[in-house]
């Protein structure tokens, strides 16, 4: 039986957080074991420039982020992990996908609806500051999912949509020239946690509310201790469901060690008690790749070098596909 292909992309903009390694890198990983599956990971840094125009910080986000999922034990002989800008193919896929993507198509991506929205609340012209990379983005999305023939797509709720935008710009090509594409399915994984940030919102680097994946211990347990909580007291029972610490605690612990932290709210576990445990629990299970992160950060040569080997296999499947792209749509040797 045929593998089945997952594609995940990671966007090179920040410093990865606890959210990102419970919401995608672990889950990820750990589904990148299974040998049905094959796995393509890539760092987006083509996306990073829609809302980044901080050349250091693009380049610093992918050192961090590569060496983060290095660190916590990705495979590089059995996933593809590679750095989206290595393969030349895809941009060039972007622009006949473009030339196949319907601009009302495009109109109605979250986005850019979103950015418009914004703009005509303050006054502004619907358009105001809204760069054809915001606009276009989906159609570079699709060209990365598109160009390895991807089957399963892991993605948030909200991002579905550029999924089944994908899926509708390979349609159209392949009714218009040639069967070439596979049509992605999005796949939404319900039980994988959205973390909530210090202020109790969901957490992202939007809301300056995240704790950073490989503090320093010291540093760890000081974010952890930031988290916000109500003034109950100890002794006072606590709402484990209403609470920041317990959805991060159940996000890191076992059956066993959420039923008993469920417990210990309902007896009124002090805050200040509840914060040491999960920061134990957390720096037990980063702290080995938090030191491995911080020997990979040292060696940057490592990792371009395993970004490039990377590049290597991605691009045995992407000047494949893009041949027979050429092919279809006419550009190819005069015969």
Same mark, same amino acid.
């Given at each position: ?18 959210? =990102? ?18 796995? #393509? #990971? #890539? ?12 050349? *250091?910080? +693009? ?19 059995? %996933? ?47 358009? #105001?500051? +809204? ?44 009714? =218009?020239? %040639? ?10 994984? *319900? ?37 916000? /909580? =109500? ?12 609470? /920041? ?78 041949? =027979?792209?050429?092919?279809? +749509? ?6």
């Amino acid at each position: 039986m045929a593998k089945q292909r997952v594609l995940t992309g990671i966007t090179t903009t920040g410093t990865p957080h606890l959210g =990102n390694y419970v919401g995608a890198i672990r889950p990820a990983i750990e589904a990148s074991r299974d040998d049905a599956v094959e796995s #393509f #990971f #890539f760092l987006a840094d083509y996306h990073a420039l829609i809302k980044c125009q901080d050349p *250091d910080l +693009v380049r610093q986000s992918t050192k961090e982020i590569a060496a983060t999922w290095l660190a916590l034990g990705l495979d590089t002989d059995n %996933a593809v992990f590679y750095r989206q800008s290595d393969i030349p193919e895809i941009p060039e896929l972007t622009w006949v996908l473009n030339c196949n993507a319907a601009k009302g198509l495009m109109n109605r991506a979250h986005a850019y609806k979103a950015a418009v929205q914004a703009n005509e609340e303050a006054g502004e012209d619907p358009d #105001f500051a +809204v760069t054809m990379g915001l606009f276009s983005y989906p159609v570079l999305m699709a060209a990365d999912i598109l160009m390895f023939n991807a089957h399963k797509i892991p993605v948030g709720k909200d991002q579905i949509q550029h999924v089944e935008m994908a899926r509708d710009i390979a349609g159209r090509f392949n009714h =218009n020239f %040639a069967d070439v594409f596979t049509l992605p399915e999005a796949v939404v994984d *319900d039980s994988v946690a959205v973390l909530q940030g210090l202020d109790g919102r969901k957490m992202s680097k939007s809301y300056n509310n995240t704790i950073p994946l490989f503090l320093t211990e010291k540093k760890l347990k000081k974010h952890i201790n930031k988290i916000k /909580t =109500n003034l109950l007291e100890p002794g006072e029972p606590k709402d484990p469901d209403d609470s /920041t610490v317990f959805q991060v605690w159940s996000a890191f612990a076992d059956a066993v060690e959420t039923a008993r932290m469920r417990k210990e709210f309902e007896n009124g576990i002090a805050w200040g008690e509840a914060k040491k445990q999960l920061f134990e629990l957390v720096n037990d299970e980063i702290g080995a790749a938090r030191e491995r992160y911080n020997e990979l950060m040292d060696d940057p040569g490592y990792i371009e070098e395993t970004l490039l080997k990377g590049a290597e296999r991605a691009r045995e499947h992407s000047s494949a596909l893009i041949a =027979n792209v050429r092919e279809a +749509v006419g550009i190819s040797a005069i015969r």
